[in-house]
């Protein structure tokens, strides 16, 4: 798997202790905190002081795009929020299942979860979801605008 692969493919990891991402698209309202977020990794310290809202799990998470190598969605924090489930018998992937979906992690040739978020890739498009309370339901509103 090459940084490119990564660079579009996020990953559910046990081991991280917060999200933290390098792909800047997968974010919303990114934004300077304040304070940084400071980490010991196998490649060295890793820094940030940038962090945004990630929308396919309604959770804030860091962003690093000098010094990550991957997206990584902490399975720790996704699972105080959402149910995960597994069943290998079945197939080998982590369902996250959130309120409006079910985000599937599948295992990749390198032995991690992976999955591929659809996100606007040119800018061109922004996705928002509105919630209608009277209709208790959920509905997907498009904001077509040119840069």
Request: proline share 3%; with cysteine; glycine share 4%.
């Amino acid at each position: 798997m090459t940084p490119q692969d990564l660079y579009h493919k996020l990953l559910l990891d046990s081991g991280a202790s917060t999200h933290l991402l390098m792909n800047k698209r997968m974010l919303t309202g990114v934004h300077k905190a304040k304070n940084p977020l400071i980490l010991s990794t196998n490649g060295g310290d890793l820094s940030t002081t940038l962090k945004g809202q990630l929308p396919l799990v309604q959770q804030e998470a860091w962003l690093n795009q000098d010094k990550a190598i991957a997206n990584l969605l902490s399975l720790g924090k996704v699972s105080r929020k959402y149910q995960v489930t597994m069943d290998t018998w079945k197939e080998n992937a982590f369902t996250v299942h959130t309120l409006s979906n079910k985000i599937k992690f599948v295992i990749n040739q390198s032995n991690l979860y992976e999955y591929s978020p659809k996100y606007p890739k040119n800018n061109k498009l922004t996705t928002c979801l509105v919630q209608h309370q009277q209709l208790a339901r959920a509905s997907l509103v498009r904001l077509w605008w040119t840069t």
